[in-house]
């Protein structure tokens, strides 16, 4: 049964904009060009950016934000990764805003590497190379990430060029590493660290917004953490007969153990519900043996887990209640012999209802759908909103209609297809909202803000 603090909360229309911060938005709303945001998102999308070698993407946007008279500067992290970071200026009396997105994107688009884990072939939208089709942009991270940012650098693009008054400054930033993907062979990318890199080198801002997927307003933001476990056997060989004294199976027991781990994932999502997040588990992957050499069955099995967490869920009480859920698991299979591990923690955090920045995001919502905001469906989405937040930004997540959500082209309808699927009319809302929550943050002094 639903708890009241599960219940979306229904907030009455409202309108903070006075006369003059109404004309300012429209101007500035006026100025959005679809034309130049699908060539954005276009070349954006034709640079190939995975996780760990995002330094030429976020230098074309860095170079582009130049050229349109922001302050902007690639920021290097290593070798083949950096951040783009991008300022317009304000008088200094106001706050300052961060628009984030990540920049990079969750495959890296070749058939060695991907096939056979995304399907049979890479479709036209797992392959970094842009294509346009009508409104629809199409290719790796078109959509996710390569719209996000394309669609907050409109936002602050048509505020300058509207020559809005600003107090406080609005900083466009995008960050390699965002994935929840760790590259070991560069430089152990993902996770956030891009992000940590700008926030820990000179960038803050007194409050933020990230641009995801979902038409939605979260303050709360998941966490993630990942398990290894590893099932032991012995290595033995294709013409043993099973029985034999001294060869035990690791890949047997693993399965037994699979299932056993799926039912309590299952139930682990009612457990930790918060306001706004539903924390899902899951089984991601799975290790063992030699393909090239079958006929030897490896010592090793290896379980990959990723459990997503609200942001009242501490790393070590998470890692205590798994370790707890394995003992009494293998307490009803003594024969089973494993061992496990957490080997990614990102903690969850959560903005203030109240903050004005969620306020403000709640505000341009209904400005944009004319009619009261509903509340936020449940979610699990890990991204960098979780560190951003962590590291003393308040910060209010909002998004645009998610393609998969809507009617996709067949060949694109299975899996992540809507990632690299970019509609571009469905961004100009959204961009409307970005613009709104500019003109509202950042046209007001500190004391109105109470900063």
Known sequence: MATLWNLPVVHEMSSNFSEEQRRWYEKACACIDAARLKQLVFDLTDIHSPTGQEKQASQFLADYLSQANFNARYQPVNENSGNCIGRLKGSGDGANLLLYAPIDTHLDGEVDIDVPWVGPQLRDDMIP????????VIGLGASNPKSMIASLTEAAHCVKQADIPLLGDV?????????????????????????????????????????????????EHPGMTWFKITVWGSMGYAGIPRGTPGFDSSIVPAARLILELEEWLAAYPDRHTSEQIKPEGWIAALRSGWPDKPAFPGAACEIYIDLRTNPDQKMAEIEAEFSSAMRDILSKYPEIKADWEMTVSCQ???????????????????????????????????????????????????????????????????????????FIPDLIDPIKQIIYIIIDSCTRSRDELNL
């Open 129 to 136: 190379q842009a294509q346009v089709r009508g409104e629809t």
């Open 171 to 219: 900083i466009v930033g995008s960050a390699g590493g965002g994935m929840p993907w760790v590259s070991e062979d560069r430089n152990h990318t993902g996770i956030s660290s891009g992000v940590m890199h700008m926030l820990s080198h000179g960038v803050t801002a007194d409050m933020g917004v990230i641009f995801k997927p979902w038409c939605e307003v979260y303050h």
């Open 348 to 422: 969850g955090s959560r903005t203030d209802p109240q903050h004005w920045v969620v306020q403000s995001a709640r505000r341009s919502w209904e400005e944009v759908n004319q009619k009261a905001y509903p509340g936020a469906a449940l979610m699990s989405g890990q991204t960098d909103a979780a560190t951003i937040c962590q590291l003393g930004i308040p910060l209010v997540r909002v998004g645009y209609p998610y393609i998969g959500e809507k009617e996709m082209p067949e060949e694109f309808a299975e899996g992540l297809g809507g990632m690299g699927v970019a």
